[in-house]
């Protein structure tokens, strides 16, 4: 955030509703319709592949072995040492099913890994390599990567490269450094826990909202969390100024909100040495246009359900030196992982919204024109 506008950092700005349709000429199109791209000179050109053959058998294996060491219903298991390896096995393939089911949406990649370790949408596969989408929003084309099929967690390190820092600490921390460090842990947590997380940032470049917005959409994401640390200054308080700001739309977005919130606070008030700052509506909020749409593109662009998460206040010098020790990456990291988990595996309600939220219209964020590409192999 920018404490002199009590803004939002760019990247979460919408762009106007003039400047949605500019970004054309640049590759970027309007991300309300993400795959209404049209006039590629690249036949659609949809090959089987090896990995994706190897998944499919390794599911149907998994569904065959299934019903093969199913014990019949009603039927007593016997106590003997052979039955309990069979269990074993019951359920390390029950696992197997429920990853390739709800991860692997598509018999096609829909992301890639680029060489240079950058996350893209994929456009579609041609003979000579993929189409993607660049973190600027064009369409180029990328020879080699690791693909992705779908993921059910994006999260989404805020701002990034020369012109977009974000807020800055006084300790000199920018916040697109914390941001993508606690990324970084939550999807490293994630997976840890068997739950397929993809970044829309890997490292220290531009990438502009609707790309960001686009890769969860294309993903099939069932979450999205945009990582934020914020930038006005708010009077002290004795908890944490965590703020999250929700879809208006969507009733899973603001349980997705209540649910982070009462794990991430609950996990920074073990830092007890902090002073903390807190707006007074401060709590999981929406911030809406003067028109009744959510303001922030992070927020309103995303048919996934997403939210904004602002952990703390980079412009208070206490929480900014919290934010640059390993340990608050840890906790922070975790306290997100462990959010999402219990948002995706139970039907936990959330708490700390506060109702009915802000009116306030952001800036714009980066536009496709301001942003600089990063190589992609
Ligand atoms: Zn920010």
Aim: hydrophobic content about 35%.
């Amino acid at each position: 955030m920018d404490g002199n506008t009590g803004d939002e950092d760019g990247a979460h700005h919408p762009l106007p509703e003039s400047k949605r349709h500019e970004g054309s000429h640049t590759g970027q199109r309007d991300e309300g319709d993400p795959d209404a791209v049209q006039g590629s000179e690249h036949t659609p050109s949809i090959r089987p592949r090896r990995d994706i053959v190897n998944r499919r058998f390794l599911a149907l294996s998994a569904v065959l072995l299934a019903a093969c060491t199913s014990l019949p219903v009603g039927q007593t298991a016997p106590s003997s040492s052979s039955v309990i390896t069979t269990t074993t096995v019951v359920t390390t393939t029950t696992s197997t099913i429920a990853d390739t089911t709800t991860t692997v949406l598509s018999s096609t990649p829909l992301g890639l890994i680029t060489p240079t370790g950058i996350p893209v949408a994929v456009r579609l596969v041609s003979p000579d390599g993929y189409i993607v989408w660049s973190p600027c929003g064009n369409l180029t084309r990328v020879t080699d990567g690791e693909p992705i099929y779908g993921a059910r967690v994006v999260l989404d390190p805020g701002h990034g490269g020369n012109r977009d820092i974000g807020s800055q600490g006084r300790n000199g921390l920018p916040e697109k450094v914390a941001n993508l460090r606690v990324a970084f842990e939550a999807q490293a947590q994630l997976e840890a826990r068997g739950i397929p997380t993809v970044l829309t940032r890997t490292a220290d470049y531009a990438t502009t909202i609707p790309v960001r917005a686009r890769l969860a959409d294309h993903l099939g994401a069932e979450v999205l969390v945009s990582i934020h640390h914020n930038g006005p200054t708010p009077g002290p308080s004795p908890t944490p100024g965590t703020e999250i700001f929700y879809q208006s739309f969507s009733a899973e977005s603001r349980r997705l909100g209540g649910v982070l919130y009462e794990h991430v606070v609950d996990a920074l008030s073990q830092f007890s040495d902090v002073q903390w700052a807190k707006a007074p509506d401060g709590g999981v909020i929406t911030v809406l246009n003067e028109d009744g749409r959510d303001t922030y593109g992070m927020v309103r662009r995303p048919r996934t359900p997403a939210v904004l998460l602002e952990m703390g206040y980079m412009s208070n010098p206490s929480e900014a030196e919290l934010f640059a020790t390993v340990e608050y990456v840890e906790v922070a990291g975790r306290a997100i992982a462990d959010a999402i988990e219990a948002y995706l595996s139970t039907d936990a309600p959330g708490t700390g919204w506060y109702e009915p939220g802000r009116t306030f219209r952001a800036a714009p964020g980066l536009s496709g024109a301001e942003c600089v590409e990063t190589p992609l192999e």
